[in-house]
């Protein structure tokens, strides 16, 4: 009986070594493979060592890590068999391999690393472990009756039952009338700031008391409410208007950076002469590709990125992340590499998120430096994506929840395939992602974190449409519009989605809110600002193709569109909302198309159409021997930055096919000062071209 007990035994272990030892034999296993093991966490495994002699037999083991044994000598009594436990504790991911030597004779040994899996945070009424034995996570619930808060559930006093969380629901209220209080599910309370309306006098602003809510209170006295001359001024006083008759002395026309303020002497406004606004720093890239989307922060800093362009692409292309200060000491250029040839890459592809500046080199690299100290955080190609076939980033975008939203073209042309990617901003991993068998543009995202972008079909495909889809934080698509023409989301501000023609469309269903612009009137594409969620200001551009170029501000209050600025100009460039509420934009007056020369011109404007400030923007990099000119053409959209008191303005040089070198120059930023006080970057709203100073794409 207790030798075919042997037999089975050693027909359940496999194939097997039969090693001499003195004057008798072991039997050992030939190989000994371990599973899959999470990195750090050992795994042990038990083989038979059998004496086949009836004396006993003492043998000396050793090995090497990862692999372990718990001893160096085994004794193993006569016609015996000894469980000897080998332990493997992987510190690398993949194949581990190594041997184990018994009295000379190597027994092959191999193990798999393999990463532990995010078990997450357990909920109010759940534990959870992570298993090394199954390298899974093991939920339970706790015992039913057990205390529990649920903040992200909405519960307080709750008790557990059957793993959830039950009580009455939270109560939110913080005690101050100036915000709206609510338990969001998954969210936790919020509390967001109300919204005043505006008032329906110029000299009673609205403001919130934490105690009263709404109300209005005057304005500063003298504040102009209607036309202003020397002779007679409609001035607020006390919160009302009145006319009164200015005093000699009295300013008429405010200060801007290029002119003085104008005073009244003998009833005429004496304004001292205006000088042209040169730049109070400049930058000139020593490369050929300066990447320049106007990113700043909170503290004025300047981001950008600058990569070689040599004649003969190599692989392996080389950035530099460059970050300076709001007058122009360099805070640092980190250097940054990548796989594959150096191409270019699209707009809207810089951002700051979560202390960091996240940039795309060569549309396929995602990187992330520290926005403090320039130290490299995390890089990513999007050719690792879990899916195949995705090359190319055509846009970026934050939702200021920790999450970034990028679109990721097909590498194949012909099969028109984008990815909804969305990755973590702190590590760059890849939470989640949606294949689209179409293109999506014009990603967009309002304050809850959900996304907005224009589907197209591939070209030719039969039925199809272009539709804006809104897709929800976990990149569920919650609903697709066919819009009549396809139209790119601007911006998403108050539950309303504003798209290329001025038209509105609801944030909940898609549902047209607003018309479009009428056909005397096209919207530049790039541009869209709100100041909250009643009005918003656009630049426009007259479509007349026989009479001067005009640009023109269209201001829309509660669905009212009013057209309250114009100029005789051939373009203008983003727009940008400052603290008060008046559009700040660059406008290009072409003299020539021979010279191409251009006057390019800053302007401040209030939504009532006062004009606050027009300067005339020169820069001596573009004429012979350093003489200042007018700014050279610019190229516009994603070219300029405003940070509250600076201007910055990516130049190119004149176009001029006939002449000589000398008026080439390489890539230039400049930078104007708009006097201190400056005008300041709008608090709340879609303050600029990417929703945020920061480019987040979203409104603040």
Request: net charge negative; glycine share 12%; proline share 7%.
């Amino acid at each position: 009986m207790r030798r075919a007990w042997w037999l089975i035994l050693l027909a359940a272990c496999g194939d097997r070594l039969v090693v001499p030892v003195g004057s008798g034999e072991l039997g050992l296993p030939d190989a000994v493979q371990f599973p899959a093991t999470a990195l750090s966490f050992p795994r042990e495994q038990a083989i038979p060592v059998v004496n086949r002699g009836r004396a006993p037999k003492t043998v000396t083991l050793s090995t090497a890590a990862p692999f372990s044994v718990p001893t160096a000598v085994l004794e193993v009594p006569g016609g015996a068999e000894v469980a000897l436990s080998i332990a493997f504790t992987p510190v690398a991911l993949g194949v581990a391999q190594g041997t184990l030597e018994v009295d000379g004779v190597s027994i092959p040994l191999e193990g798999l690393g393999v990463t532990a899996p995010e078990c997450g945070a357990a909920g109010p009424c759940e534990v959870v472990r992570f298993d090394p034995n199954t390298v899974s996570c093991v939920r339970g619930a706790k015992a039913n009756g057990t205390a529990c808060e649920d903040a992200l559930g909405c519960i307080e006093a709750g008790a557990c039952e059957e793993g959830r969380c039950l009580g009455r629901a939270a109560r939110c209220d913080d005690a101050d009338a100036c915000t709206t209080d609510a338990c969001a599910v998954g969210r936790g309370c919020r509390h967001e700031a109300v919204e005043c309306a505006a008032s329906t006098t110029p000299c009673l602003a609205p403001r919130c008391d934490p105690r009263l809510g709404c109300t209005t209170s005057p304005v500063q006295d003298g504040t102009p409410c209607g036309a202003v001359s020397c002779e007679l001024a409609n001035v607020c006083l006390a919160g009302a208007c009145r006319t009164v008759v200015p005093p000699e002395g009295f300013t008429c026309a405010p200060e801007s950076a290029c002119r003085g303020e104008g005073v009244c002497r003998a009833k005429q406004c004496v304004t001292p002469p205006q000088r042209d606004l040169k730049p109070r720093w400049t930058y000139t890239s020593n490369d050929g590709d300066l990447r320049f989307e106007g990113v700043t922060d909170a503290q004025g800093h300047w981001y950008w990125l600058e990569c070689g362009a040599g004649a003969m692409p190599q692989p392996g292309h080389r950035c530099s992340a460059v970050s300076r200060t709001a007058d122009g000491l360099e805070r640092f250029r980190t250097d940054v590499t990548g796989p594959g040839v150096l191409r270019g890459t699209t707009s809207h592809t810089q951002l700051l998120a979560d202390g960091r500046f996240i940039f795309v080199t060569n549309e396929t690299t995602l990187v992330a430096v520290d926005a403090t100290s320039g130290a490299l955080v995390w890089q990513r190609t999007m050719t690792s994506l879990p899916s195949t076939g995705f090359r190319d980033i055509a846009e970026l975008a934050e939702d200021g929840h920790g999450q970034l939203w990028t679109v990721v073209r097909s590498a194949q042309n012909r099969q028109r395939q984008d990815a909804l990617v969305r990755l973590d901003a702190s590590t760059g991993a890849v939470r989640g992602e949606s294949i689209q068998q179409a293109s999506l543009r014009g990603l967009v995202l309002d304050d809850a974190g959900r996304a907005f972008a224009l589907r197209r079909p591939p070209d030719g495909l039969p039925g199809g449409f272009s539709a804006l889809v809104r897709f929800e934080p976990d990149g569920s698509e919650r609903f697709a519009v066919q819009l009549p023409i396809g139209q790119l989301p601007v911006m998403v501000l108050g539950g309303r989605v504003v798209l290329q023609d001025d038209s509105v469309r609801s944030a909940v269903d898609g549902r047209e809110l607003e018309p479009p612009l009428t056909a005397d009137w096209t919207a530049w594409q790039w541009t869209g600002v709100g100041a909250d969620a009643t009005s918003r200001v656009r630049v426009t551009q007259s479509t007349y193709d026989l009479l001067p170029s005009t640009i023109a501000l269209h201001v829309t209050t509660r669905g009212q569109r009013l057209k309250a600025f114009e100029v005789v100009a051939s373009r203008a460039s983003d727009l940008y909302l400052t603290a008060g509420g008046e559009a700040l934009f660059l406008t290009a007056d072409e003299q020539g198309h021979a010279s191409a020369a251009t006057a390019t011109h800053v302007r401040q404007v209030h939504p009532r159409g006062l004009e606050l400030m027009s300067c005339n923007l020169v820069d001596e990099a573009f004429w012979r021997g350093g003489a200042e000119g007018p700014l050279g053409p610019l190229q516009f959209g994603r070219e300029t930055g405003f940070n509250g008191r600076w201007l910055a303005v990516r130049s190119l040089p004149i176009d001029c096919p006939v002449c000589d070198a000398d008026f080439w120059a390489p890539p230039r930023l400049a930078f104007y000062d708009l006097g201190r006080p400056g005008p300041g970057v709008g608090p709340r709203g879609w303050v600029g071209p990417r929703g945020t100073p920061g480019g987040s794409q979203r409104a603040r």
